[in-house]
């Protein structure tokens, strides 16, 4: 997390029952309110209630942290056993206190113990004034003479009262990441979480959207949307009660994962962070947006490069030739960097293919004579800078780290091993292989500080899990895996807080906004078949900015033309990732175009507010649009698989002055062809782009139309 200056002190401590704690941004509240018996309810979540006075309206709510053994009949919070066996826990009011930090935001903790045991719970929550997020976490601390185990330590519980809600699910698996579905919740319990450990999300992202009343809606409707800042496995526990009411439990997947803490030891979750929005999905959306830029990506207001890479070119066929003439391509594209993917390492198991050598940094001689040193200062020599591909977490059995160092690999005594691609995790949990995985970095940074970026991939799940340096702690391992992984993280960026780096597990096996803290970028998928990543990046669209969000045009789906795959790259990061010798010269030169015109206006689509206009769910078309202010605005719009003769529609555009006059011109335009914007080149007004809007979308299949829309 981005080091916030603390600006204030705030002691705003009592112990008057019946006061509220008021947890605010500018739209946004949440109000605890302490009850007569001493213990805390949430009386109030939604919009920020301006009358003082109709808080004493409010009703007492629900207990904001619910506790395991007293009288509750759903899902707790938190449930620990006490040394002398008593399970349960009783959690009252101690004080609470608020701080400004730097950067808008205010950090709330409420203190709370139990009156018999002593086990100190504090509720910490941090509220994004600007930008209308709220995290929150609990951090649980006890007194007792022996260590007590934690099976349920959520980082959050909201609650809920409406008449209805609709949960909207980001699930898949690789290469067909954040499908988005939407079940109405019934009595009952409906649970999103995973227990893959590493390559976490591959299967369900830890994300979700909760409507109130009814389905969610782009630009209506109460909605919540959720995340979780953890790299491992999540939980989000949805439970309807008897009277109706819903409670939303978020944290860590406690599966497998009774976590010990000894005497004074604090056990801190991962924050759950959320936004609410009164206008539905695309505002909560834009909230995220401009939260990630501001307080959470890596280097999150800065640049970003745009960038070649080899893997789809070359796979693990290459030599520093092939390479030195695609990095000659980078030149001839226009982009930043050139970007080397997997298959420069191992000696002893050369990397000739996923089957071995992971684990072996060193660069393959026969492939590699020169190393990496040669690669930078040959992309340099070009005019490029020098990206690598590293995956530090991981080893193949073939291969010699696993030979000398069996007892830092993820895997299970009296037990066949398990592969997932051919490799196994490693134990992060132990310092010493913290120690390794931080090295591999350091050594090719010292060596050569010329490597510019790094794609970090992970690209299996745990499996077979037992660790030989937890010992008696098995079900820590889940856990104290990612808190490895963060202390690496932490020692990289600490050492190197410039490098920008792009997060990647298989595609977007790791979407999470703690794992973002150290990145600047994350891959969303390896499937780059436009018409699927259409689908792929507007599910991710409702967390991520296009800025942390990778998109390269490649070979995929070749039956779509290149400046169609090209569009839909570039209304996120926007790369490459194929032979730029197959395109004929009018493409190369569309490329290139495109290539100049990303670069100028990144500030809109990089870092501007997103607008999802037309989904790509409701039929065979989709639209987006980004705007600067109300000055320049990006519209991109796509066919997908149209019916013939279907009836067409403009497209609203939204974010402009009504007052203003705006010139409407399509960019992205093949060599050679016309514009087929009826209104290109003229001048209109926002007034008319949003309520009649512009004419984009055809018949035709797997077309695009990027258009500029700047005010006069
Ligand atoms: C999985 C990633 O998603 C791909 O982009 C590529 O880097 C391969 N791994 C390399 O093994």
Not at 74 to 98: C, F, I, K
Not at 351 to 367: N, V
Not at 420 to 426: A, D, E, I, P, T
Not at 504 to 522: I, P, V
Request: aromatic residues 12%; negative net charge; contains cysteine.
């Amino acid at each position: 997390m981005k080091k916030l200056l603390t600006l204030t002190f705030l002691v705003c401590s009592a112990s008057l029952y019946g006061q509220n704690i008021r947890i605010q941004t500018s739209d946004v509240e949440l109000i605890l309110r302490v009850g007569d018996n001493g213990r805390v309810y949430q009386p109030h979540l939604g919009k920020r209630l301006s009358h003082e006075s109709d808080l004493a309206l409010l009703p007492q709510g629900r207990e904001a942290y619910l506790t395991h053994g007293l009288e509750d009949y759903y899902l707790p919070a938190l449930r620990l056993t006490h040394n002398d066996g008593n399970p349960s826990l009783l959690l009252q009011y101690v004080s609470h206190e608020s701080k400004v930090l730097g950067e808008g935001a205010v950090e709330t903790t409420v203190r709370l113990k139990d009156p018999k045991y002593p086990v100190e719970v504090a509720l910490v929550y941090t509220a994004y004034t600007d930008e209308n997020v709220i995290k929150s976490r609990a951090e649980i601390v006890h007194g007792e003479k022996k260590p007590v185990t934690l099976y349920n330590y959520a980082s959050s519980v909201l609650h809920l009262d409406a008449a209805g809600y609709w949960l909207t699910e980001f699930s898949g698996n690789w290469a067909n990441e954040v499908n988005m579905s939407e079940t109405k919740l019934e009595f009952g319990k409906k649970i999103l979480d995973t227990k893959l450990g590493s390559r976490a999300d591959m299967l369900c992202s830890p994300m979700f959207i909760l409507s109130q009343n009814s389905p969610a809606a782009e630009n209506s409707g109460s909605v919540i949307l959720g995340t979780l800042g953890w790299t491992g496995n999540f939980s989000f526990t949805f439970e309807v009660d008897h009277t109706g009411g819903l409670r939303i439990v978020s944290g860590i997947n406690p599966y497998g994962s009774e976590y010990t803490i000894a005497k004074g030891e604090k056990f801190v979750t991962p924050e759950f962070i959320f936004t609410y929005s009164a206008e539905g999905t695309g505002r909560a959306s834009r909230n995220f947006h401009s939260w990630a830029r501001r307080h959470t990506l890596k280097n999150g207001t800065g640049d970003r490069m745009t960038l070649l890479n080899n893997w789809e070119a070359t796979y693990f066929d290459f030599n520093e030739e092939k390479l030195a003439g695609i990095m000659d391509d980078a030149v001839t594209l226009g982009v930043d960097m050139f970007l080397l993917d997997d298959g420069w390492f191992g000696n002893k198991y050369p990397r000739y293919s996923d089957t071995q050598g992971l684990g072996d940094w060193q660069e393959t001689a026969s492939k590699l004579p020169g190393g990496v040193k040669k690669l930078v200062e040959t992309a340099i020599g070009k005019g490029v800078k020098f990206g690598l591909w590293i995956e530090p977490e991981m080893v193949n059995p073939k291969s010699e780290l696993y030979e000398k160092h069996l007892d830092w690999v993820v895997r299970l005594p009296n037990r066949d091993e398990y592969y997932f691609r051919n490799q196994l995790v490693l134990d992060l949990s132990n310092p010493a292989v913290q120690e390794y995985v931080f090295g591999i970095v350091d050594r090719l940074m010292t060596e050569n500080p010329g490597i510019a970026y790094f794609k970090w991939d992970c690209n299996s799940p745990i499996t077979n899990i037992y660790s030989a340096y937890l010992k008696d702690k098995q079900s820590h391992l889940y856990i104290d895996f990612v808190r490895g992984l963060y202390n690496v993280l932490e020692r990289v960026a600490a050492k190197y807080p410039d490098l920008p780096m792009m997060l990647c597990s298989g595609g977007g096996g790791r979407t999470d906004y703690k794992a973002l803290e150290y990145f600047t970028e994350f891959w969303p998928s390896d499937n780059t078949d436009p018409l699927e990543r259409i689908f792929i990046q507007w599910g991710y669209s409702h967390f991520f900015p296009s800025k942390a969000m990778c998109a390269h045009v490649t070979s995929w789906n070749k039956t779509t033309s290149v400046k169609f795959r090209t569009d839909v790259a570039m209304m996120c990061k926007l790369g490459f990732d194929i032979m730029i010798h197959e395109m004929s010269e009018t493409e190369l030169q569309f490329c290139k175009d495109a290539v100049v015109n990303f670069d100028r206006l990144k500030p809109v689509i990089l870092d501007g507010d997103q607008y999802r206009l037309v989904s790509p769910y409701d039929g065979q078309h989709m639209a987006v649009m980004y705007t600067a202010g109300t000055d320049k605005a990006v519209v991109f719009a796509y066919d997908m698989n149209p019916r013939y003769g279907e009836k067409l529609h403009p497209v609203k555009l939204q974010g402009l002055d009504a007052q203003k006059m705006y010139r409407v011109e399509e960019i992205n335009i093949m060599p050679g062809s016309g514009s087929s914007v009826r209104l290109n080149g003229r001048t209109v007004s926002g007034e008319w782009l949003m309520t009649h809007g512009l004419e984009l979308f055809s018949t035709s299949r797997a077309r695009s139309v990027v258009v500029e829309i700047t005010a006069i």
